[in-house]
């Protein structure tokens, strides 16, 4: 089992919609948790930081964890076009410093 | 602050070649790690260095090959090249502090033919 489960969609939203995005987590030696936003042809960018306890709000986008369910997701509000890209989940390794990533989910933000 | 550059950008070569790919971290960045892509796999951990050292290797073939320089540049090194091979290469440097922030290039894209 990956330690890190995405759907990988691809999810398409229209202009304006709330956007869902989620991800499963099999154990984590770590309190927090990372989302990257990666547009095509380019490197994954960090978006946001979730702790495990409550929820991290950043302008439109909103990070949560449920750590009964071992949940992640990130909410967009008003999703734009410009939002349309992949969004990977990752969360710190037990040693080290490379992240486990999900697969990622594309989004595609419709005008 | 440059971010992390990645050389070069796009790369073909042929079955059973070998390819180096480069990589510069962030000026004062210790851990470069690096990451293959494919729209099957996703993102794929290779290995990563820290100080010039190895400290952790995904579960690739012994092909795939990486070392780190005292000015923390890293290189990767693909042998004996095979089609499933293809693939966006990323590179990511780290602060080697603690924090587990990453910081990506914008990837290599190798496609072998």
């Known amino acids: 089992q990956k330690e890190v489960e995405q759907d990988p969609g691809p999810l398409s939203v229209p202009e304006g919609a709330i956007v869902s995005l989620n991800c499963t987590y099999s154990n984590s030696a770590f309190q927090y948790f990372m989302w990257y936003r990666q547009y095509s042809r380019k490197g994954p960018e960090l978006l946001m930081y979730t702790y495990s306890s409550g929820n991290k709000e950043d302008g439109r986008f909103t990070a949560q964890v449920d750590k009964s369910s071992k949940y992640i997701s990130l909410f967009i509000r008003d999703s734009q076009p410009s939002d349309s890209a992949t969004y990977l989940c990752?969360?710190?390794?037990?040693?080290?410093?490379?992240?486990?990533f999900g697969k990622g989910t594309s989004l595609l933000v419709t005008p | 602050k440059a971010g992390v550059t990645q050389t070069p950008r796009y790369l073909i070569k042929t079955r059973g070649q070998q390819v180096t790919l480069s990589c510069s971290p962030i000026?004062?960045?210790?851990?470069v790690s690096w990451y293959q892509q494919t729209p099957g796999q996703g993102l794929q951990f290779l290995f990563e260095y820290f100080s010039e050292t190895q400290r952790n290797k995904g579960n690739f073939p012994g092909r795939f090959s990486g070392r780190q320089f005292s000015n923390s540049r890293s290189e990767m090194n693909v042998s004996t090249l095979e089609l499933g091979d293809s693939a966006l290469y990323l590179c990511?440097?780290?602060?080697?502090?603690?924090?587990?922030?990453?910081?990506f290039g914008p990837g290599t894209r190798l496609t072998v033919t």
């Open positions: 990752a969360k710190p390794p037990n040693s080290g410093y490379a992240l486990n």
């Open positions: 000026s004062g960045h210790r851990s």
């Open positions: 990511a440097s780290n602060s080697g502090t603690g924090v587990h922030e990453q910081y």
